[in-house]
């Protein structure tokens, strides 16, 4: 099988643009998770989708977004871009909702200039 | 909210030797646990699970509610150890996982 597969790769922008990452899991794989990893803060959990429905949400303003897709696809939108918002954006999928043993993608790195 | 924590930055020991690595939890439910692994130019995977209480590639962890400690055990480091271990967390709240609420990581060298 294909292993989760996020695009673009790396992503540069400017304060106050928008950017969408796309994350495509694991075939047959409905559980899609968000987490942004930075040197300081570590790894953090963004969001939780399943079946097009968000499941879980951590804590993050409310310019990141995302949705599902009914091909278990998923996008994350951030807006109104900060400095801050520099990261590593991983995706991983579970084949449950909530699944404890989740299959990580390459990440997307995001620089915000 | 739940917290991980994991003390070492860095830990180097030399091939042969014992390693340990430390995590250290805040939770105050009854909480699932595991270790995480990122080999150099790797993904993110996962090492192993508190309830399976297997032993991945010589490594074993034990839960210690008392202590609310995972830490990670192997009594013989081997040079491909050497990778970035991280500590998760998620909250079992009977419906699934919610989540993993990760540590910052252990950055593991295993020395010749």
């Known amino acids: 099988k294909a292993g989760v597969t996020q695009t673009p790769r790396y992503l540069i922008k400017t304060r106050g643009q928008q950017v969408t990452l796309s994350c495509s899991p694991i075939s047959g794989h409905r559980s899609v998770s968000w987490y942004q990893q930075t040197p300081g803060q570590g790894l953090q959990f963004l969001f939780e989708?399943?079946?097009?429905?968000?499941?879980n949400k951590g804590n993050f303003p409310g310019r990141f977004s995302g949705r599902q897709f009914s091909n278990s696809r998923s996008e994350m939108n951030v807006s109104t871009l900060e400095l801050g918002d520099s990261a590593l954006y991983l995706c991983?999928?579970?084949?449950?909702?909530?699944?404890?043993?989740?299959?990580f993608g390459p990440g997307t790195r995001l620089t915000v200039l | 909210a739940q917290r991980v924590t994991q003390p070492e930055k860095l830990l180097s020991v030399f091939k042969g030797a014992p390693v340990e690595l430390k995590c250290n939890y805040s939770?105050?439910?009854?909480?699932?646990l595991f270790w995480y692994v990122q080999y150099s130019r790797q993904r993110l995977q996962l090492l192993l699970r508190h309830i399976s209480r297997e032993s991945i590639k010589g490594f074993t962890a034990d839960l210690n509610k008392g202590e609310t400690s995972f830490h990670l055990k192997k009594p013989f480091a081997q040079e491909e150890d050497s990778a970035m271990y991280y500590c998760?967390?998620?909250?079992?709240?009977?419906?699934?996982?919610?989540?993993?609420?990760f540590g910052k990581g252990t950055h593991l060298i295993i020395q010749p």
């Open positions: 991983a999928s579970s084949s449950v909702a909530g699944g404890w043993e989740q299959f």
């Open positions: 998760a967390l998620s909250r079992n709240s009977g419906g699934g996982a919610d989540g993993l609420t």
């Open positions: 989708y399943f079946s097009e429905t968000q499941r």
């Open positions: 939770y105050s439910g009854s909480p699932e």
